[in-house]
């Protein structure tokens, strides 16, 4: 009697899989596309698909892969219900659950991470604004920096506008987060250290953006200065602390990014650990394509 068995070559030649993203750009973001062609040359089917498209049969897929589904935050319990529906899904869905509210902060700060000071204002809380000093005002559930905005609380008019930004943050029901603003960000940028199948793949530096107050944005999320980045030792070792402190095991997560700043002394901090759906710049890496298309190849 003989068997026949189907190697990895074959399996992933008959393998389909979903990127997933919004309605806003249904064909990707043109970073992402840049991976559909090393997917491609490992026989690997890649379709996007709108995450709310009621049309998408999602178990047809043999894995779905969240990328720029960037327009949740105003329906993010619409959003985690229909990740815990999706087989097979890169990061899984209780990950999302976890990631898409930036209270997350508070258990990686407990569990030894070094994050930026944070304080959080419930939707039944009051807050009033300090007397100096430069912050930052956003939601917990947000994604792209909006519904986001800098105040120098020393001029009386940008005090009274972040009292009105956290206001109508409370009103919608949104919890609010209140951080300083590190204004090292203003020459050094943020830093952003980017993992892909358990594995670092590469850096980039993402220039200031935060220029005022909230006055909107048109569009899924603010325009960014990305370049390619060289991580310091320093920024390794706290990244090498957030992932330590995650809930998680690495090499269960098909991607990861840890987004740095100086903190007030010029020690690196953590801003965001983005887990769900982030920018992961394939542009600034040659390799980091083919890179992430071998760790959707090692799911299959």
């Avoid at 105003?74 to 990740?83: G, Q």
């Avoid at 030894?112 to 604004?129: I, L």
Wanted: net charge negative.
């Amino acid at each position: 009697m003989t068997t026949s068995m189907s190697t990895p070559s074959a399996i992933r030649a008959a393998a389909r899989v979903a990127l997933v993203t919004c309605g806003e750009i249904p064909d990707l973001d043109p970073d992402d596309r840049l991976v559909l062609p090393a997917l491609t040359g490992l026989g690997i089917t890649a379709t996007p698909a709108v995450w709310d498209d009621p049309a998408v049969d999602w178990s047809a897929f043999d894995l779905v892969v969240l990328r720029s589904a960037w327009d949740y935050a105003p329906r993010r319990d619409e959003f985690v219900a229909w990740t815990q529906r999706v087989p097979r899904l890169a990061n899984p869905a209780h990950v999302v659950r976890w990631n898409t509210d930036k209270r997350y902060l508070l258990q990686l700060q407990e569990a030894g991470a070094p994050v930026v000071p944070t304080e959080f204002v419930a939707p039944e809380e009051s807050w009033r604004p300090a007397a100096a000093g430069e912050i930052v005002i956003k939601p917990t559930v947000s994604a792209g920096s909006l519904d986001t905005g800098r105040y120098d609380l020393a001029h009386d008019g940008q005090r009274d506008l972040a009292a009105a930004h956290v206001r109508r943050l409370r009103a919608a029901g949104r919890h609010v987060m209140v951080q300083p603003y590190l204004d090292a960000v203003d020459d050094h940028g943020e830093t952003a250290l980017i993992w892909i199948g358990g594995h670092y793949s590469h850096a980039i530096r993402k220039g200031p953006i935060l220029t005022g107050p909230d006055e909107g944005v048109e569009g899924l999320y603010r325009e960014e200065d990305i370049s390619a980045r060289e991580p310091s030792h320093a920024e390794r070792e706290v990244a090498a602390k957030v992932l330590a402190a995650l809930p998680y095991d690495l090499a269960d997560l098909l991607y990861v990014r840890v987004d740095l700043v100086p903190g007030p002394g010029g020690a690196p901090v953590l801003l965001e650990l983005e887990l769900t759906e982030p920018s992961l710049f394939f542009a600034t890496d040659p390799a980091a394509a083919g890179r992430f298309a071998a760790a959707v190849a090692d799911r299959l």
